[in-house]
């Protein structure tokens, strides 16, 4: 008996291994369920990126279908999608920017809030603003709360202020026909 549990328990564990890893194989990445699916999007009181003076509270998304799109100018795949943003926003979608920038942070650099305003407006202005506003989530809070991995990541927020969706990746057609267009109309009523 104590031989074959020798034997037994290694390949047990080494088969769970096994089982583990395969599943990681055929998983996608983009494929993350937010676990705030349904909520109210998180409390917060950030200001506005190009005015700091002006503060931004949740209330912000009560009452209109909004895409909000986590952003940075150092982010490459960012400014790949914001010429689609903005093509969006001429259709009429209402989306605002959730910036975030790591060389603000002291741990990383010493950057300072001018300077990230002067990148941004450089930025939007070579490729398109499509933001009603920017949030600017100076230590990341808002970001954490809604457990953004990177940049970009997009939510749909509903007029009540309920996130609806999440999306990890960028914003292009073929996503926005597959993963968000049906939801957004039904929402709008369109």
Request: hydrophobic share 45%; aromatic share 12%; glycine share 8%.
């Amino acid at each position: 008996m104590k031989k074959i549990a020798i034997f037994l328990v290694p390949l047990v564990l080494f088969l769970g291994l096994v089982i583990f890893l395969f599943q990681g194989l055929f998983s996608n990445p983009r494929e993350h369920q937010s676990t705030l699916l349904e909520q109210p999007m998180p409390d917060f009181v950030l200001p506005d990126l190009m005015n700091v003076e002006q503060f931004y509270t949740q209330e912000v998304f009560i009452g209109k279908v909004t895409l909000l799109n986590v952003w940075g100018v150092w982010c490459v795949t960012c400014a790949v999608e914001l010429p689609y943003l903005k093509q969006l926003q001429g259709e009429g979608k209402h989306i605002v920017g959730l910036y975030f920038d790591q060389d603000i942070d002291p741990d990383f650099g010493v950057k300072t809030v001018q300077r990230v305003q002067q990148e941004v407006t450089e930025k939007l202005s070579q490729l398109g603003d499509p933001y009603a506003f920017n949030i600017f989530d100076i230590k990341r809070d808002l970001s954490l709360d809604l457990g953004v991995t990177g940049a970009p990541e997009t939510y749909l927020i509903d007029q009540q202020g309920k996130i609806r969706l999440h999306h990890i990746g960028d914003i292009n057609p073929r996503v926005w026909n597959k993963k968000f267009a049906s939801l957004y109309n039904e929402l709008t009523g369109l």
